[in-house]
């Protein structure tokens, strides 16, 4: 490797630890200690392999867990993009970043309720082939970032997006994410925050990403819809016990509840045991 490649100097991998873990660790201080600039490319998974002296699929679970944090980007037929130097959990301290919004939770909550299942099917009717890597990918970098301690996982924004992007409509798909940003305001990160200290949710979202995803790239529109309403059910459900929620904020919120819940017990199947009735 030449002289000034950002690698150079990096320790092999201790074997007493996950190796993913570690390489995505020294990436990540890498990131965001400016070795590896906003903008640049990282090195090749062979490079990178060969530098940390472990295998190639070890580096494809490192590459996933930065792009979950929204460290890094995919681009299709070139190396993987630095596109933030902080985690995308800490991106509204940034300057110009998240702050307080004239749109309340419920606004965003009752909003994303009714545009993200539609776009999601529509993304599973006529599917974005070019994207779905990035969706494997990241779904992946959930799962692993949740498996272990020495990462601290805060937000799955990123799994939204990638979901949502399979989606040719870019009119839609630009509602939706702009949706996404809104919603990553003061007191909505405050209540997510808590939610996913406590980490039992976000298996639970872990599920229902896997059951979107897989929805998305098996072509079936109903129950991408069907798992993504499943999942803001459930996010809904996990807001409205938050002590930051406001009465009447919270009474708002029951309803939405109310009416999705109604919504999905009309069908009394999850999507999962619905793909099963379909095939029997």
């Known amino acids: ?22 390489v995505a660790g020294h990436l990540i201080k890498a990131i965001e200690d400016g070795r590896f600039p906003v903008g640049s490319r990282l090195p090749t998974e062979a490079q990178l392999a060969e530098q940390f002296g472990v295998s190639r699929p070890s580096v494809r679970e490192a590459l996933s867990c930065l792009q979950f944090e929204g460290y890094v980007t995919p681009r299709q037929g070139s190396r993987t993009v630095i596109t933030s130097a902080v985690p995308r959990s800490a991106l509204q301290h940034q300057p110009g970043g998240a702050g307080k919004s004239r749109f309340s939770v419920a606004d ?23 994207r779905l890597p990035a969706v494997r990918q990241i779904v992946t970098g959930m ?78 529109p109903d129950l991408a819809a069907a798992a993504c309403q499943q999942h803001l059910l459930s996010v809904l459900r996990g807001i409205a016990t938050s002590t930051r929620i406001r009465p009447r904020e919270r009474d708002r919120l029951g309803a939405l509840i109310e009416r999705a819940s109604s919504g999905q017990a009309s069908s009394d199947q999850s999507p999962e045991t619905r793909r099963e009735t379909d095939e029997g």
């Open 1 to 22: 490797m030449d002289r000034d490649d950002p690698l150079e100097g990096f320790p092999a991998v201790d074997r007493a630890a996950p190796v993913f873990v570690q």
């Open 108 to 130: 965003l909550m009752e909003a994303r309720h009714t545009l993200e299942p539609q776009v999601l099917a529509l993304a599973a009717a006529d599917p974005n082939p070019n």
């Open 143 to 220: 799962k692993l970032a949740l498996s272990q301690p020495g990462l601290h996982p805060q937000t799955d924004f990123e799994v939204h997006a990638a979901l949502v992007r399979v989606c040719r409509n870019d009119l839609l798909v630009e509602a939706a994410e702009r949706l996404l940003r809104l919603g990553d305001h003061d007191v909505s990160r405050t209540v997510r925050d808590g939610i996913w200290q406590e980490r039992s949710l976000p298996w639970e979202w872990l599920d229902h990403h896997e059951a979107m995803a897989r929805a998305v790239m098996d072509q079936e």
